[in-house]
C-alpha cells in the first residue's frame, strides 16, 4: 500500500480566532472521536472547542499515583487554556474499554465504569479548585448495538 503525502495542502474553512470558551477533556484513543464529536454537536450544541486528550481523559485528575506525571501536565494546560483562551465550561468525557483503565490502573470489566464515575468527579473537584467559577458537565459513555449513548455523570 502506497500513502501519499502532500507536500502542501489548501484548506477553505477560515480561521476564527474568536475565543471558544470551551474545553473538552477526553481519552486521545481515536476510535471515540466520531461518536464524541456528534454527540458535542448534536446533544450539547458545541461546534467549536478546545480538546486537552489524553489517554484515560479525566482519570490523570483523580490522583492516582500510576498518573502524577499526566496530572501535572494536564493541571498545567487546563490553567493555560482557562487563563488564555478565557475558559468559561469543561466538559469532561469518558468512554467504555478503556485501556488507561486496564493497562495503567489494572481494572476489568465493571471495575473500569466504576472507577471512570468516580474519576470524573473527583476530577472535576479539582478542576473547580483551579477556577471556581467554571461550568463542569461530565459524562460517561455507553456502547450500544449501533452506535454510543453519554450518561450524564452529577458533579
Do not use: N
Not at 3 to 27: L, Q, R, Y
Not at 51 to 75: D, I, K, N, Q, S
Not at 99 to 107: A, P, T
Amino acid at each position: 500500500m502506497v500513502i501519499t503525502k502532500p507536500t502542501t495542502f489548501e484548506v477553505h474553512t477560515a480561521f476564527d480566532a474568536t475565543s471558544i470558551g470551551t474545553a473538552v477533556v477526553c481519552c486521545s484513543d481515536g476510535r471515540f472521536v466520531g461518536p464524541m464529536d456528534e454527540f458535542l454537536h448534536q446533544a450539547l450544541g458545541i461546534s467549536r472547542y478546545d480538546c486537552l486528550a489524553v489517554p484515560g481523559g479525566a482519570a490523570c485528575l483523580a490522583g492516582h499515583f500510576a498518573a502524577w506525571r499526566e496530572e501535572e501536565a494536564v493541571t498545567f494546560q487546563l490553567k493555560f487554556l482557562i487563563e488564555m483562551h478565557a475558559l468559561h465550561r469543561i466538559v469532561l468525557i469518558a468512554h467504555p474499554d478503556c485501556g488507561f483503565y486496564s493497562k495503567r490502573l489494572r481494572l476489568f470489566g465493571t471495575e473500569i465504569e466504576e472507577q471512570e464515575r468516580r474519576d470524573i468527579v473527583t476530577a472535576a473537584h479539582r478542576i473547580r479548585s483551579l477556577a471556581p467559577y467554571l461550568e463542569i458537565d461530565a459524562f460517561v459513555a455507553r456502547k450500544l448495538a449501533a452506535g454510543m449513548k453519554f450518561e450524564a455523570v452529577k458533579v
